[in-house]
């Protein structure tokens, strides 16, 4: 039996717009959004809102370029959500412990946002995916894009979501929109 669509968890990745590099005295952590990179965040959200993607819980990377693109999109966003702001989602080195994020904090929302950085987002989408309805993995794995966003969704408690876990339906990159 299939389940309901509306009992189904959404995980969205959203990559940080494009950053500017115009002030190398600062360090990575401290680079701020460029003007093509405040457009795209500023597009992505004018997306969601179309799409009726609105998360319930977002786990932001602490990075300002992280905080910025998160700035662009809350304006589109409909409804109450909470926000974490975590450091070790700029940190994160690998795949595995981006989704021990997500386990952790999960717990009972619906949908759970991340905005972070690659090449770790591309590889948490690409091994969730243990189907690709939206015909969207070739995509990601070619290039994932600043300001990309991809939605999986998966029937797992948050908890034990795992590789292979999800089907990816939706991969948007700013240059679409």
Same mark, same amino acid.
Not at 52 to 65: D, F, M, N, T, V
Not at 76 to 90: P, Q, S, V
């Given at each position: 039996?299939?389940?309901?669509?509306?009992? %189904?968890?959404? @995980? /969205?990745?959203? #990559?940080? &717009?494009?950053?500017?590099?115009?002030?190398?005295?600062? +360090?990575?952590?401290?680079?701020?959004?460029?003007?093509?990179?405040?457009?795209?965040?500023?597009?992505?959200?004018?997306?969601?809102?179309?799409?009726?993607?609105?998360?319930?819980?977002?786990?932001?990377?602490?990075?300002?370029?992280?905080?910025?693109?998160?700035?662009?999109?809350?304006?589109?966003?409909?409804?109450?959500?909470?926000?974490?702001? %975590?450091?070790? @989602? /700029?940190?994160? #080195?690998? &795949?595995?412990?981006?989704?021990?994020?997500?386990?952790? +904090?999960?717990?009972?929302?619906?949908?759970?946002?991340?905005?972070?950085?690659?090449?770790?987002?591309?590889?948490?989408?690409?091994?969730?995916?243990?189907?690709?309805?939206?015909?969207?993995?070739?995509?990601?794995?070619?290039?994932?894009?600043?300001?990309?966003?991809?939605?999986?969704?998966?029937?797992?408690?948050?908890?034990?979501?795992?590789?292979?876990?999800?089907?990816?339906?939706?991969?948007? &990159?700013?240059?679409?929109?």
């Amino acid at each position: 039996m299939t389940q309901p669509t509306a009992r %189904l968890k959404r @995980l /969205y990745l959203l #990559r940080h &717009a494009k950053s500017s590099w115009d002030d190398t005295s600062l +360090a990575d952590f401290d680079r701020p959004l460029n003007g093509r990179g405040r457009a795209a965040a500023k597009s992505m959200g004018a997306y969601m809102a179309q799409h009726g993607h609105s998360p319930a819980l977002i786990l932001c990377s602490s990075a300002r370029r992280t905080l910025e693109t998160l700035g662009r999109i809350l304006p589109f966003l409909a409804g109450d959500r909470e926000i974490r702001i %975590l450091r070790t @989602l /700029y940190a994160a #080195r690998d &795949a595995d412990q981006l989704l021990g994020e997500v386990q952790a +904090a999960g717990g009972r929302a619906k949908s759970v946002m991340v905005i972070g950085h690659n090449p770790v987002l591309e590889d948490l989408a690409t091994q969730l995916a243990g189907t690709d309805s939206g015909g969207c993995l070739p995509m990601i794995q070619e290039k994932y894009p600043t300001g990309a966003l991809a939605l999986l969704t998966h029937k797992r408690a948050w908890k034990t979501l795992g590789h292979g876990d999800a089907d990816l339906l939706e991969f948007t &990159a700013p240059r679409e929109l």
